[in-house]
């Protein structure tokens, strides 16, 4: 089964709303996730690094009013777009570091498309 | 930082083989990773090199030289499932978390 999921895995919203996307580890404990976004035909740019219990670290050039970060349990965190723009349209991933058993692998979640109206 | 560079499209037989380059640099290497990513969807994880050599997993198989930086990816008896955007990856000592780096991805048309 999965090792990571997102939800929703896609959604639709107006211009100026707050969106909420989860991710959730779920076959074992994640401190760190990390959050992606990605626009058509580009890589994947890391947008911040969520840390259960603490304060998430942002990459630079990332505003973090506008992305909300809440890693509140060993298993959840959330990223909230907030005042969401027609420029923040784009596909938000997920992805926990590792786990015991696979060091060297990042396990991803399927993903979330956002479109903003 | 790090500077990532792969090709942008390739294009092969059904059928044959084809090799992705990427060249990396970066201080503090600590792994090279490659990814495969179809349309739409996720990346899922194809192989991680840290140390110099080939990988082999199936049809896939990795290789890479820290000297040279340089890895590439192999795929033998390609199929038309394998047609993806494939992305290499590096990860640095000198990054938080070990985070990875990603390159703008390959992208490879498989044609019968």
């Known amino acids: 089964g999965a090792v990571v999921s997102q939800h929703p895995s896609w959604v639709i919203c107006k211009s100026g709303t707050s969106v909420k996307i989860e991710c959730r580890s779920l076959?074992?404990?994640?401190?760190?996730m990390f959050w992606y976004r990605q626009f058509p035909k580009q890589s994947l740019m890391l947008m911040a690094t969520s840390n259960e219990g603490s304060k998430a670290t942002y990459e630079q050039g990332v505003e973090k009013d506008k992305f909300l970060i809440n890693h509140a349990s060993l298993t959840l965190s959330t990223l909230t777009v907030t005042s969401a723009h027609p420029e923040d349209s784009s596909f938000y991933i997920c992805?926990?570091?590792?786990?015991?058993?696979?060091?060297?692998?990042?396990?991803f979640g399927p993903g979330t498309r956002l479109t903003v109206l | 930082g790090q500077n990532i560079d792969q090709p942008t499209e390739m294009t092969a037989t059904e059928g044959a083989i084809v090799q992705i380059n990427c060249t990396y640099q970066?201080?503090?290497?600590?792994?090279l990773f490659w990814y495969q990513q179809h349309a739409g969807e996720a990346p899922t994880f194809l192989s991680y090199?840290?140390?110099?050599g080939l990988e082999e997993k199936g049809r896939f198989s990795s290789f890479l030289s820290r000297s040279k930086g340089y890895s590439y990816l192999l795929l033998k008896e390609l199929q038309m499932k394998d047609s993806a955007s494939y992305l290499c990856?590096?990860?640095?000592?000198?990054?938080?978390?070990?985070?990875?780096?990603f390159g703008d991805g390959t992208t490879l048309t498989v044609k019968p």
């Open positions: 992805s926990v570091l590792a786990r015991p058993d696979r060091p060297n692998e990042q396990f």
């Open positions: 990856a590096v990860r640095s000592y000198n990054t938080n978390a070990g985070k990875s780096t």
């Open positions: 970066t201080s503090g290497f600590n792994g």
């Open positions: 090199n840290v140390l110099d």
């Open positions: 076959d074992f404990q994640a401190t760190t």
